[in-house]
Structures are given as C-alpha cells and as structure tokens.
C-alpha cells in the first residue's frame, strides 16, 4: 500500500506545488499588523486545503493570529490506530530588504528546481510536505495509517504567545497523542540525511537610553553632558570578553554540559572551519573559546545584538549629540537554564555598568522559548529514521539546531509528550533572509518521508 501512496505522491508533484505556490503567494507576516487580514487569509487557505481532502478543519481564533486544528475524521483511520500529532507554522518572517529579492517575495518562482518565496521552507513549504502526503493517503487508501491531527499555528515567529492557550482549552483531546511531529528544520547537508533531537531556546528585550531632554548641538554642547550613543556602546562592549564568552555574571550557571558521546557525534559530522567561513564571506569566525563551531551553534548559549539605534543616519554630516540610543538584544539559551532567570541577570548587570549622566529603560521583554532536547532512541524515533531513509536513500544522523521552537518543550512540560523534529530544509536556505527558498528536490523528498512516516508510526506505536 505505501509503496502505491509514494508512487502516486511522485506522479502528482505539479499538483502539489501548484498548491504549495497559492499558499505561498498570501504574505501572512505575523509581525506587521498591515498583514492581519494577510495572515487570516492564510489560515482559511489551509483550513480549506484540509476539508478539501476529507479531512475536520477548523480555524481557531486566539487573542492574536488564528490556529488552524485539522483532525482526521471518524472512518478516515483504523480502529484503535494511534493519535499523531503535527505541529507546523503558517506564519512567515517580515520579507525586508525588499530590494535584495530576485524575484519578489510573495510571487513564488521556480528556476533552476529551486522555489523562492518568503515561507518556501520556513515553514508552510514544510507543513506542505504533511499535506501533500495526506492527500496521497486519501486518494489511494481511501485514509490515513494513523489517526493524524495537525495543529497549524500563525505565531511561530513571534513568539508562539497564544498557542498553548489553544492546546490547554482542548488538553483531553491532545493528551491522546503518542508523539509530536514537526517539519521546520533542515537536514546537516545535502548528502547527509539528518534528525534533529535539540533546539535552543529563546530570550529578548530591548534597551533604551536617555541623555538630554533634546537632541544637541554637538559644538555647543559636546563635551559638556553624555552621549547616549557613547554610552550605549561602552555597555555594549562590556557583553562578551576577549575569548568570546558572555560576561553577565551567572549566564553559564546552570548550563548542563555537553556529554562526551555528543562531542563525538558532532566530530563525526563532514564539517570544515574553513569552507564555513568561506560560504559565509567572512576571514575568521567568532565564537566562544574551548568549543568547536559546531558545539556553539548546537549546544553553547550566546548573547547577541540584534539591532542598534542611534542619532543622524541620513545623507550627509549632521553635528548633533543624540540624546536617545537603544538596541535589542537576544540570548539562545541551552538546557539547563531558566529564560527569565538569564534575562534577570541581564538586565541586573546592564543595569550595573550603565555609565553616569544617562538613564535606561527595558521596553519590553519576550515570552521566553525554552530549549528543548528529544530522545534519540524511542519508537517514533526509529519510524522517523526508516522514512528518511526510505526519501533520501541513507539511515540519518543525529544532530541538534541552534534556532528555536518554543512548542516541543511546552509540549513536553504540559502534556509529557516527545517531539521528533523531521525537517526537510537544506542549511542555506536563507531563512529569515532575502531570497529564502526551497529545492524542489528536498520538496518531494519531503512529501515522500512524511507520507512513509505515516505507515511506520501506525506500525511501531500500536
Ligand atoms: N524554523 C525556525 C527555527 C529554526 C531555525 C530551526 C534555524 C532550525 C534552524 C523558526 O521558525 C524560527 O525562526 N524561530 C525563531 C523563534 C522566534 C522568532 C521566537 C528563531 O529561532 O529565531
Ligand atoms: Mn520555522
Ligand atoms: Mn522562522
């Protein structure tokens, strides 16, 4: 029967991505409130997509963007066959630079088997992926392996704010799940199929400081009171030391260490300081002494600026003395440490080296991501290995993620119920960035591990 379900799968690849296209093409921005009616839009897009395959759909308002909760109707599985559930988002990250895009965002284009949009692989080209395996499933089986239910949110990249809310009005429904299935990560490299059993988690606030009660006349005035801008940089030199490590006093505390058989695992990987480098346009990397770079970006926290905000930026010379300066500022945490504990001490010690003669205010602070780690051993684990195995020709290997998903550990605190992250992207992808994308290629690979894993987790989980 799977094999027929592939085979159907492969023979309708323009249907799929003619879908894939439509959906990509509504710019469901969470972040910029122009584009509430956008993301709305993309919600019913998808609740329609499901219905139209026989599936239950409906969109669930939140206090912010909607969640789409899709579940499979009474008859679409076998008796007794196990709850799989598939969290995804449909939400997608501001497109800004508009002109770095060659072709514009929300107009999907192919060339060369590669599709660029904004959300082509983060991540409705990925949630796509479970679709456009359903809808295999259906067309020749009649119905799913497994009683599958998605839940399809329009927050992820803000946050996740609203999602648990859903997830705890309907706490007796999701607690029958055996496993939390989620497409929003890459694979390590093209040739090297990968699961991904950790994610970082997640902290941020932004800093504002005050100088005068006006902008200045830096002639008239220089010298004479402090420059916010001055000052913002002082403190922001003082975040890190000489060996890259972050100098908030208590940041590493509670990090639990990275084990032995990690390092080791991690060392196996084809992976070369130089090649990095040289990808990324850079002559030397950064990073916290004593890692390897792999280590850091799976597995070590860091600080990180993120935007600075100060003064005269237009053209030309403008003599001014700024009196307001600020700047956003991130934190991935790792296992071990407490989001709002890091940013307690953060902002205690920002605090502490503020200099004299400007005042600071935090504007706001997130709702913390936590990290997460999976097991690597456990049936859904092994159903995952074998569909990926089967789409992409080799048994994957294990590594973790530096980005963050605040969903599997909320799932696990609130309901005990694992993750398997089984994603599908390639590492340069250009997520968050100017002209993101998604190889077709890695598309139907997808489409076919997601469609496979079906049938594996009805067999290993019953
Ligand atoms: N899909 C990403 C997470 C991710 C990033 C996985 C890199 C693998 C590699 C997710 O959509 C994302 O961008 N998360 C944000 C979280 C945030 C905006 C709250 C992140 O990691 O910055
Ligand atoms: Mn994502
Ligand atoms: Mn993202």
């Known amino acids: 029967m799977m094999d027929s379900v592939l085979c159907w799968a492969d023979k309708n690849r323009d249907q799929f991505l003619a879908g894939l296209k439509k959906w990509l093409s509504i710019p469901s921005i969470s972040a910029q409130p122009d584009h509430r009616g956008d993301v709305a839009a993309a919600a019913e897009w998808l609740r329609d997509e499901a219905r139209s395959i026989g599936m239950n759909a409906e969109v669930v308002p939140t ?19 196990p709850h ?7 939400d997608v990250q501001p497109p800004e630079p508009l002109e770095l895009w060659e072709s514009p965002p929300f107009v999907p284009t192919v060339r060369d088997g590669i599709l660029y949009a904004r959300g082509a692989v983060d991540d409705k080209g990925q949630v796509h992926c479970h679709l456009s395996a359903l809808t295999a499933w259906k067309q020749i089986n009649g119905g799913f392996p497994c009683r599958i239910s998605m839940i399809i949110e329009g927050e992820e990249e803000v946050g996740s704010p609203n999602f648990m809310s859903v997830v705890n009005a309907r706490k007796d429904f999701f607690k029958t799940a055996k496993t939390l299935i989620i497409s929003d990560t890459s694979i390590y490299s093209r040739d090297v199929p990968t699961l991904t059993y950790g994610l970082r988690g997640l902290v941020g606030t932004e800093m504002v400081l005050h100088g005068a009660n006006t902008d200045l006349h830096s002639g008239a005035y220089g010298g004479t009171v402090a420059n916010s801008g001055h000052a913002l940089c002082e403190m922001v030199a ?38 990095f480098a040289k990808d990324l346009g850079v002559t030397e990397l950064f990073g916290e002494v004593g890692y390897t770079t792999l280590e850091r970006k799976y597995g070590r926290p860091t600080l990180e600026i993120n935007g600075i905000t100060c003064g005269y930026q237009g053209p030309g010379n ?7 300066a600020s700047c956003k500022i991130t934190c991935r945490l790792v296992p071990g440490q407490d989001a709002e504990k890091i940013m307690d001490r953060l902002q ?13 205010e935090f504007t706001y602070r997130t709702k913390g991501s936590p990290s997460c780690l999976t097991p690597l051993e456990s049936p859904a684990m092994e159903a995952a290995g074998e569909a990926m195995k089967l789409a992409f020709g080799k048994m994957p290997v294990f590594k973790r993620e530096g980005g963050s998903i605040p969903v599997p550990a909320w799932f696990k605190e609130s309901l005990n119920i694992d993750s398997v992250l089984i994603g599908f ?5 250009r997520i968050h960035a100017p002209n993101e994308k998604f190889e077709l290629c890695q598309y139907y690979a997808g489409i076919k591990a997601c469609a496979a894993l079906y049938a594996l987790l009805a067999e290993k989980l019953k």
């Open 348 to 360: 205690e010690y920002l605090r502490r080296i503020k200099p004299a003669g400007v005042t600071m």
């Open 425 to 429: 992207g390639l590492p340069d992808d």
């Open 84 to 90: 799989i559930l598939i969290y995804g988002h449909y």
């Open 238 to 275: 003082r975040l890190h030391d000489p060996q890259g490590r972050v100098t908030v006093p208590g940041f590493y505390d509670d990090v639990i260490p990275l084990t032995e058989k990690e390092r080791q695992m991690w060392k196996q990987l084809p992976y070369s300081d130089e090649q």
């Open 318 to 324: 403008k003599t001014v003395l700024p009196n307001r």
């Open 63 to 81: 206090a912010g963007h909607p969640v789409v909760l899709i579940t499979t109707p009474e008859g679409l599985a076998p008796k007794g066959a």
